[in-house]
C-alpha cells in the first residue's frame, strides 16, 4: 500500500529552527508537495520538489532525497504565525496526491 | 486569498436532511476536486472533475452526489448522512486535467457537522 508518515505534532520556540520530516512510500514518485494549513482555513501551497536536493524560498526550505523516500520542510527564524498545520503529499505514477496526516507545529513565545 | 470560494464555511444538518455545498474557483483551472478531511487523517479524496467530466470517484457512498455545472463551478449535494460523515469538506482545483504534476489550490472548506 501507500503511506506517507509524518509526526503528529511538534512544538518549537519563536526565534529558532524546526525541521518537519516525511517519509513516503508509494507506487511511482511525480513529486513532493507541502502545505500550509492554519486551523479553519485552507491548505496553502508551500513547496515542491521532484529533484533531489534543497529548494529555499526565504525563510522556508524543503530537501527531498528519492533513494530514501525522505523530504523534510525546514522553517527558519520562527515566528507565531508558524503555528499550523503542514502536509506531506507525494505525487503518485497517475499523478494522484497521497497525503499524509499532517504535523501540527505549536510555536511558544 | 486563493482564489477559490467555498459556501457555506459551516454546516450542521441532521440525517434526514438535503443540503449541498458549493465550490467556485476563480483561477481559471480545467479540474476540481472534492476532500474530506477528518481530525489526524490524511486527506481523502472523493471526487475529481476534468474539463466538467468526472474522471474520478474513490468508492464514496452514494450519499455523496457531485455536480460540476461549468469548469468555474463544483457542488456536493449531500442527503441521509451519517454522523461519521462529519468532517471539513475542501475543494480544490488546478490549471491542467489530471494527468500532470500540477499543484492544486484549495478552498477554505465547509465544516459539516451531522446530527
Known amino acids: 500500500g501507500q503511506n506517507i508518515d509524518q509526526p503528529t505534532e511538534m512544538t518549537a520556540t519563536e526565534g529558532a529552527i524546526v525541521q518537519i520530516n516525511c517519509t513516503y512510500q508509494?507506487?511511482?514518485?511525480?513529486?513532493l508537495f507541502w502545505y500550509q494549513q492554519h486551523a479553519g482555513e485552507a491548505p496553502t501551497f508551500l513547496s515542491y520538489n521532484v529533484l533531489d536536493g534543497l529548494e529555499e524560498k526565504g525563510r522556508f526550505s524543503s530537501f527531498l532525497s528519492r533513494s530514501k523516500g525522505y523530504s523534510y520542510l525546514l522553517l527558519k527564524e520562527l515566528q507565531m504565525k508558524d503555528s499550523a498545520s503542514y502536509l506531506c503529499a507525494v505525487m503518485d505514477s497517475n499523478y494522484q496526491l497521497i497525503w499524509g496526516a499532517g504535523t501540527k507545529l505549536i510555536i511558544k513565545p | 486569498e486563493t482564489g477559490v470560494t467555498q459556501t457555506p464555511r459551516h454546516l450542521v444538518m441532521g440525517m434526514t436532511n438535503k443540503k449541498s455545498l458549493k465550490c467556485e474557483q476563480h483561477?481559471?483551472?480545467?479540474?476540481m476536486y472534492w476532500y474530506k478531511q477528518s481530525a489526524k487523517k490524511p486527506l481523502e479524496l472523493m471526487f475529481v472533475y476534468s474539463l466538467e467530466e468526472r474522471v474520478e470517484n474513490n468508492s464514496v457512498p452514494s450519499r455523496f452526489s457531485p455536480e460540476c455545472p461549468n469548469s468555474s463551478h463544483l457542488f456536493l449535494h449531500l442527503h441521509t448522512l451519517q454522523p461519521e460523515d462529519s468532517a471539513l469538506y475542501l475543494c480544490a482545483s488546478s490549471p491542467n486535467p489530471p494527468g500532470g504534476a500540477d499543484t492544486q489550490y484549495f478552498g477554505p472548506g465547509t465544516r459539516l457537522t451531522v446530527l
Open positions: 483561477l481559471g483551472h480545467n479540474a
Open positions: 508509494t507506487s511511482g514518485f511525480n513529486g
